[in-house]
């Protein structure tokens, strides 16, 4: 790696041979068992963190609890300016950062640069949010009543995420919990700890240049067992959690028990409609980045394609044409197009997913497999593989984290591709490819995709911050990033004031003393 800049790049986020552990900004705990890092591209350490202890934990939570007091009561804009001087440090840092991703989590360079873009869009975003947390006046039916809404800080916001997206998920969370005035405890992925570390070592210069104190960005590391201490606990009232379908439901039950608040971001399961009057030069690089772009392994990944018979195979034999042109390999030399999965338990996953799909009666169009030799020793290295398959087997309606395309015929109308789309159990990310109104519109309609995001000609992935995101069903219902998704770190008040010197009742309730 030492050809890309990458001691250069971890010199710069300060991990050079050094190792970290839990944190509560600027303080550093070293106690707990260490977690280290392997790089999937070339299978080297990359660096060490402790996991959090149980001490170490409460200390996190009574720095946090303590910090929410002082921070809640600045003003939103001068929040709004720290998320300022975070973005402008994340673009001076963009390419350390970038790199720091792509070749902690294999993904490709540019879309390890694309992911910090995503971090500084939303800091942007939530500095204006800044100014905008505003509520409403509603008029009262009483006379010399007012009623009206009011925003207020929620408090601790705990974050759970994934190793695909090993540092925007936390900004977009971040960035507008601290223009709402609260605090925030991240938990990574144990898979790209480092990541975190680098993301915590950011945040922390910007919180130390303004004299603010501990506790108003932590870390914690480690497994499920760390994220459990989180959703377990009642000292934090809202618990955003990114990864699978398995997990949230682990999560989400939890929290609810303790009457939390969740925000779940699962599962997809994304499929894109190409109809017969879909234009080619917009099909194929659509479809073919939705699924091998980071190797397969967004949420919003496209998995399955529902192609009109009477364009199938013009359709099949251009995507069956453009996946000879992609070069897998390092991610950070940008020539190539596919870098690695994340580790070996994801290359076995996806082995036996194409195996399951032939058991199944699929037809394999594109072979996958592991690559072998030179530049590949990691062993994460795989195919991009494209399967003829049924909506109805058991391995396409579940999400593999991998690059398997699945190519399916819908006849008809547009509606029989629609149910096919809608017949899973995700409801993340959609599209169509159309030039017809209609179809277009009837996509887009509630008798269309059931997804948190559809689309009419662009793909399912790469969607950018400013709308709401998220989905439906098994992906959670939770919605993060643009838009009012803001509302979910804050509490909601209503209040309704009398300035009269009488006491009308509501609905015209009469009660004479
Ligand atoms: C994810 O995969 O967890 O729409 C998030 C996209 C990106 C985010 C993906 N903006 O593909």
Known sequence: AKDFGMDEALKQLGLKDVNYGTSTGNKWFKGGDEIASYSPVDGALIGKVTTTSKEEYEQVITTAQEAFLSFRAMPAPQRGEIVRQFGNKLRELKEPLGKLVSYEMGKSLQE???????????????????????????????????????????????????????????AWNTALAWVCGDVCVWKGSEKAPMCAVA?????????????????????????????????????????SATGSTRMGRIVGATVAERFGKSLLELGGNNAIIITPTADLKVVVPGAVFGAVGTCGQR??????????ESVYDKVRD???????????????????????????????????????????????LVEGGVLEGEGYESGCYVKPAIIEAENSFEIVQHETFAPILYLMKYSGEVENAIDVQNGVAQGLSSAIMTN??????????????????????????????????????ETGGGRESGSDAWKVYMRRQTNTVNYSDELPLAQGIKFDL
Not at 349 to 361: F, R
Not at 454 to 465: K, L, M, P, Q
Request: aromatic residues 6%.
């Open 318 to 364: 251009a995507i069956v044409g453009a996946y000879k042109q992609i070069v897998i390999g390092n991610p950070l030399d940008e020539n190539n197009h596919v870098g690695p999965l994340i580790d070996k338990e994801a290359v076995n996953t996806y082995l036996s997913a194409i195996e399951k799909a032939k058991a199944e009666g699929g037809n394999v």
């Open 112 to 170: 390890g640069y694309g992911e910090v873009q995503e971090m500084i869009d939303i800091c942007d975003f939530a500095v204006g949010l800044s100014r905008q947390l505003n509520g409403q006046t509603i008029p009262s039916e009483r006379p010399g009543h007012v009623m009206r809404e009011q925003w207020h800080s929620i408090g601790i916001v705990g974050i759970i995420s994934a190793f695909n997206f090993p540092v925007a998920v936390w």
């Open 436 to 473: 017809e109104m209609k179809e277009a519109e009837k996509f887009l309609s509630f008798a269309g995709s059931d997804c948190g995001i559809a689309n009419v000609n662009i793909g399912t992935s790469g969607a950018e911050i400013g709308g709401a995101f998220g989905g439906e069903k």
């Open 199 to 239: 993301c915590q070592n950011i945040i922390a210069m910007v919180l130390k240049e303004n004299n603010l104190p501990e506790g108003i960005s932590s870390i914690i590391n480690g497994d499920y067992t760390v994220g459990e201490m989180m959703t377990k606990d009642a000292r934090i009232p809202l618990i």
């Open 299 to 308: 949420c919003t990944s496209t998995r399955r394609l529902i192609i009109h």
